[in-house]
């Protein structure tokens, strides 16, 4: 994959993220930063196939979700 090829699908990944996504800070619900990580995972996984790409905020936007799902958990285990 050439670079031009990286730049398409990075843009194409930012225009689903913001249509699709509330921002991580912007969850206030577990279930819908569940949601969320179902869908990136997906997302990831198609990129993996279709392009054998995946862009570097995808991972990065996972790894977000993940850690405020973790945050999360604890905070309810805590209580």
Known sequence: MNS????????????FYQRHFDAPPACRNIDQVRFYLGELVRKIEEYKESY?????????????YKQLYNRMVHSDKVK
């Open 4 to 15: 031009k090829d990286k730049i398409r699908v990075d843009l194409q990944f930012d225009r």
């Open 52 to 64: 054998e790409y995946v862009p570097v905020k995808a991972l990065a936007l996972l790894a977000k």
